[in-house]
């Protein structure tokens, strides 16, 4: 069963920097895209950054310039580099993990780690 533990969430002031990561354990297939969600209160969740399994990036507009998304295949782990944050950027963060394997999907999830930017 494929378990997905984050890491590096906390609190941080406005301007500031935090690294979150993610690893995967427990998978018998590889992984494709994987992917940073947030959810601030109130609001739905939302993707904000994305990696395919050959390092294609795409990026929310808010958070273009500010964070990184980058992926190490070979210990199944994704990193987001968060920089200049903002106090819109608090939220709940969870890791995503699609796979494609003998035609069926899977969708996995982190348990989510609290990031919070204060004024």
């Known amino acids: 069963q494929v378990q997905l533990v984050e890491s590096g969430g906390g609190l941080v002031q406005a301007g500031g920097s935090l690294g979150l990561s993610c690893a995967a354990s427990?998978?018998?297939?590889?992984?494709?895209?994987m992917a940073w969600y947030r959810q601030a209160p109130g609001k739905q969740r939302e993707v904000v950054a994305r990696i395919t399994s050959n390092g294609g990036t795409d990026y929310i507009d808010s958070v273009k310039g500010r964070f990184t998304i980058s992926r190490d295949n070979a210990k199944n782990t994704i990193y987001l580099q968060m920089n200049s944050l903002k106090p819109e950027d608090t939220g709940v963060y969870y890791c995503?993990?699609?796979?494609?394997?003998?035609?069926?999907?899977?969708?996995?999830w982190g348990q989510g780690t609290q990031v919070t930017v204060s004024s």
């Open positions: 427990g998978t018998t297939f590889p992984l494709a895209t």
């Open positions: 995503y993990a699609g796979a494609l394997w003998m035609q069926n999907e899977y969708h996995y």
